[in-house]
């Protein structure tokens, strides 16, 4: 069962699936690399208030699921994750310099999706219910219907 987190104003649960891949699908995450980079993800987590629930770190992309809190904006914290793990890889490992001699491990961009228990389905039905009219999408409790 998931667990709501809290913060001084807000209970909250959001769970993120992160995805992102080396630039040029190069296979440079391997074990040396890949066991560096997942110390350096869970120290930047930490640092953030993120959780990690799960991880997965392949040859050229890897996974993460964390859960995060309100404060912490999606871009913001890809941005530093990848943006902190590649200049620290970078430095740490030759072979990552002379591959990626420009100074970018990662690729552009990257995937990011919310995981949750309650459908979308679930979500319009009950505010549907607590408006007691089927036949608007976006109603204001005590107006008029036309």
């Known amino acids: 069962m998931r667990e709501n987190r809290s913060s001084s104003h807000a ?3 959001i769970h993120l699936h ?3 891949v080396t630039k040029y699908r190069k296979a440079v995450l391997g074990t040396d690399v890949g066991l560096r980079l997942r110390e350096l993800l ?3 987590c930490r640092a953030e208030k993120v959780t990690v629930i799960k991880g997965h770190i ?14 912490v904006t999606i871009s913001n914290l890809v941005q530093k994750l990848k943006g ?3 200049y620290k890889l970078l430095g740490e490992f ?3 310099r002379q591959q990626y001699w420009g100074g970018h491990l990662w690729a552009r961009g990257y995937f990011c999706c919310s995981s949750g228990n309650v459908t979308d389905e679930i979500i319009k039905q ?9 036949d608007e999408d976006f109603r204001v409790e005590g107006e008029i219907s036309p």
Do not use: F
């Open 11 to 13: 209970i909250y649960e």
């Open 18 to 20: 992160i995805v992102w």
């Open 42 to 44: 869970r120290d930047i």
């Open 58 to 71: 392949a040859k050229d992309h890897m996974h993460l699921m964390v859960s995060i809190p309100p404060q």
């Open 84 to 86: 902190k793990s590649a």
């Open 94 to 96: 030759e072979k990552l």
């Open 126 to 134: 009950y505010i549907s219910n607590q408006l007691h009219e089927d």
